[in-house]
């Protein structure tokens, strides 16, 4: 599981909070939404478990509500990044 706890700068924002891990090789990953006004948990599959285990940071971007941005580049613009700390 990984869990997010956004800033109140993103649910004041306009968009949707999408998730990313950022890959070592200098990628990123989709995750999905997260709720912008609280923790999110997100159940990662196994393919996204293994990522997460060599992601070395997290990234957030707002999209356009509606829209699903491709896995692999965000569309909107990234507003928050941050460390990767296992619990």
């Known amino acids: 599981n990984l869990f997010v706890a956004p800033t109140g700068a993103i649910a004041a924002a306009d ?6 891990l950022v890959k070592p090789e200098g990628g990123v ?7 912008a006004d609280g923790v999110s948990r997100q159940t990662l599959s196994d ?5 997460a285990g060599t992601a070395t940071a997290v990234a957030i971007s707002l999209e356009a509500p509606g829209t699903t941005p491709p896995p692999d580049a965000p ?8 460390e990767l700390q296992q619990l």
């Open 75 to 82: 569309q909107g613009p990234v507003v928050a990044s941050g």
């Open 15 to 20: 968009g949707v909070p999408h998730l990313w």
């Open 29 to 35: 990953q989709l995750v999905g939404t997260i709720d």
């Open 47 to 51: 393919a996204l478990t293994g990522q």
